[in-house]
Nanobody
Framework: QLQLVESGGGLVQPGGSLRLSCATS????????TGWFRQAPGKEREAVAC????????NYADSVKGRFTMFRDNAKNTVYLQMNSLKPEDTAVYYC???????????????WGQGTLVTVSS
């Protein structure tokens, strides 16, 4: 079974940078689409960035375009989120997600990590 573990969160000042990592184990990442989500206090979980399993398509939320970059290294079974020019409103728990269509039974299967806290404050 695929398992995801996020790391790299912490406290950073506004304008600073962090790189989040999502280490995967238990299964190859080759067939999974992956994404980063976040949940701020008092708000619903929102999608931040997603990339297809093929790597041919990457989408970003408008709020992070130009500041965040998502990329994956299938050889290392790791997904990354590079966050630059961080703002206080980026403060949230960030979650890694992986999804794949399976046929036994046919469904869209999702796996979530436990999250890593990012706090942007001076």
């Amino acid at each position: 079974q695929l398992q995801l573990v996020e790391s790299g969160g912490g406290l950073v000042q506004p304008g600073g940078s962090l790189r989040l990592s999502c280490a995967t184990s238990g299964s190859t990442l080759d067939y999974y689409g992956t994404g980063w989500f976040r949940q701020a206090p008092g708000k619903e979980r929102e999608a931040v960035a997603c990339i297809s399993s093929s790597g041919g398509s990457t989408n970003y939320a408008d709020s992070v375009k130009g500041r965040f970059t998502m990329f994956r290294d299938n050889a290392k079974n790791t997904v990354y989120l590079q966050m630059n020019s961080l703002k206080p409103e980026d403060t949230a728990v960030y979650y890694c997600n992986a999804g794949v269509v399976v046929t036994t039974p046919y469904r869209y299967h999702e796996v979530w990590g436990q999250g890593t806290l990012v706090t942007v404050s001076s």
